[in-house]
């Protein structure tokens, strides 16, 4: 049984370019959840998505950041425009329901050069 | 808003002498307690956690913590650590009714020969 599944599990980009991170849950769970850490902090919260509806993403970044979990295939986080200050690590995780425990994903190390 | 806190960011110790991890959160009246162990450049592995019951959990290496509820704590203990425990320790809680975990920013365990 296949945990959370995350790719890439590192991702250099440049200033001003895109970084899609993307996210599977774990069979039968369809509630993930994003979360950054940056560096030399904890993880916090980022979204917290369903099946193709975002339910709360009151931890996101207003600008450039962007979240999807569509019916068919992984839930994505989108940064656009990266700068240096999104290099972190970013892990997903995902649950049962919504108020079930959550497993965590290995984290996409993302590096903005 | 609940919020966590390990006061100690780094803890060297010697190899086979104990080792206390502190974690105290802010208040709530039920709520989830768990520790989570990442290894350098790894994602969060599950150490453990307390859901209801006991108010002592063990882990399957012989880390065990204790649910204080008056104090408000889950420390984590070990009685005799081994230079595989170098690594760094998250401890997080989650509000029973909300699927937020809230994490604290870390204890670095450094075990020394």
């Known amino acids: 049984n296949a945990g959370v599944m995350q790719n890439p599990r590192h991702l250099v980009r440049r200033r001003g370019q895109e970084a899609r991170l993307r996210c599977s849950p774990m069979?039968?769970?369809?509630?993930v959840y994003w979360y950054r850490q940056l560096p030399e902090e904890g993880l916090k919260f980022m979204v917290y998505l369903q099946k193709e509806n975002i339910i709360d993403e009151s931890g996101m970044p207003k600008e450039r950041f962007s979240a999807e979990f569509p019916k068919e295939g992984p839930s994505i986080l989108r940064i656009q425009q990266v700068v240096r200050g999104d290099s972190a690590a970013y892990f997903c995780a995902s649950s049962l329901t919504d108020y079930n425990e959550q497993f965590f994903g290995p984290g996409t190390r993302l590096t903005v050069l | 808003a609940q919020s966590v806190t390990q006061l100690d960011s780094q803890v060297p110790v010697f190899e086979e002498a104990p080792v206390e991890l502190r974690c105290n959160y802010s208040?709530?009246?039920?709520?989830?307690l768990f520790w989570y162990v990442q290894y350098p450049n790894q994602g969060l592995q599950l150490l453990l956690k307390y859901l209801s019951g006991s108010t002592l959990v063990e882990s399957i290496n012989g880390f065990e913590a204790e649910f204080n509820k008056s104090q408000t704590s889950f420390h984590l203990r070990k009685p005799s650590v081994h230079i595989s425990d170098t690594a760094e320790y998250f401890c997080a809680v989650r509000d029973s009714g909300t699927y937020k975990y809230i994490f604290g920013t870390g204890t670095r365990l450094k075990v020394l020969a």
């Open positions: 069979k039968g769970h369809s509630h």
């Open positions: 208040s709530s009246v039920s709520v989830y």
